[in-house]
């Protein structure tokens, strides 16, 4: 059997979104902005792939969707569109709040931007691996312009108080910026209740294709192109329209919404079986309050098992899971939320994440438990340090 278990990293393309993206390599190959028949003929389709991101975001049409190439590059957008715009003109406004558990499109652009004068307060987590608006309040000085705080964690799955942040941010004055890519088919993400003035999302992680994303941006709000060029997306973005990927989104967006409940309900219960399951193993620590975190994720860390031997042990019984950001696991490092939220270093390097969607089903999770169970008993029982830590504690 093979089980994928790494949601949070990739999903698998929707069966329906792979068939309304096939017309657009076939026969629907024009360019959008050409006068011919071959532009005209796509233009609907982009249309209606546009009106269902705003419809699954509910956010009013005068707002913007800007079409970009990934989440990364939607991060970036805001992050640097926001120094060129306010903190260059401006260094008496030159103080952005993020938290230290941000992606690392994030955290790396920002690392990047201090070293131009941006000075920014990198929020620390609590030990449960959530935000408190009150610490984000507390960052806050006279010279911020943006709040950055993603609005549910990808390695935890812990779900940041967005609404709160999102009101301390209206009412001092200063412009607010979420990443909410793990949040869009997981949760409800409603513009029209929770007041932001830029959100990123990316179609691969809502079982739409890789290499399309978007950044939503409120009305008034308009930042400087990143990408100059030409006249595509009203200016503010050049760059062909890729639009099989903007079509896949559209659909892929407007089923992660209309999944939420499912998500909700099936797919919590099936992590929850699994979280039950493991958290019954001696010597295991699940990261996050359950109620707090998105519906398909689980953090755990295995005392006295190294979180890549897990993973290859599962790998080789066909299951997918990952130790960490798969943007970090080529280093092997150690899992950097289990760092932030003061796990030692030797939890740091047990932690495993095991994510799923509404594709998973009971017989996967049902292999998986025996699996996971087994793997673990097998590299305890050859783990020297497992032996040492029983002995210590
Ligand atoms: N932000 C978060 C929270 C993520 O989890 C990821 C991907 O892991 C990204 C941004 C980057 O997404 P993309 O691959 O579309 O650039």
Known sequence: MRVYLDNNATTKIDPLVKVKMQPFFEDLYGNPNSLHQYGIEVRPALNEALGSMYDALNAPDEDDII??????????????????????????????????????AILDTLLFL???????????????????????????????????????????????????????????????????VQAIGKLKVDLSDVDVDYLTFSAHKFHGPKGIGGLYVKKGKSLPNLLHGGEQMG????????????????????????????????VRALRDKLEDAIAKI????????????????ILVSLRGIEGESMLWDLNRAGIAASTG????????????????????????????????????????????IEVFTKAVERLRSISSSYAYTNIAS
């Open 235 to 266: 200016g503010k973005r050049a760059g062909t329209l890729n639009v099989a990927y903007i079509v896949g989104m559209g659909l892929a967006m407007k089923q992660a919404a209309n999944h939420v409940e499912v998500m909700d309900t099936k």
């Open 282 to 297: 001696p010597d295991t620590i699940i990261v996050g309050e359950r109620a707090k975190r998105t519906p398909n994720t």
């Open 67 to 104: 079409i970009t190439s990934c989440a990364t590059e939607s991060n970036n957008a805001v992050l640097k569109g926001i120094f060129f715009k306010y903190i260059l003109n401006n260094p008496e406004k030159n103080h952005i709040v993020t938290t230290a558990v941000e992606h690392p």
């Open 114 to 180: 201090q070293e131009y004068g941006v000075d920014v307060t990198f929020v620390d987590v609590d030990e449960d691996g959530g935000i408190s608006p009150e610490a984000i309040k507390n960052a806050i000085t006279d010279k911020t312009i943006l709040i950055s705080m993603m609005w549910a964690n990808n390695e935890t799955g812990m779900i940041f108080p967005i609404k709160e942040v999102s009101e301390i941010a209206k009412e001092k004055g200063i412009l607010f910026h979420s990443d909410a």
């Open 325 to 368: 950001s798969a943007c970090a696991s080529e280093s092997l490092e150690a899992n950097p939320i289990m760092t932030a939220i003061g796990k030692g270093p030797e939890l740091a390097h047990t932690a495993m994440r095991l994510s799923l969607s509404r594709f998973t089903t009971e017989d996967e999770i049902d292999y998986t």
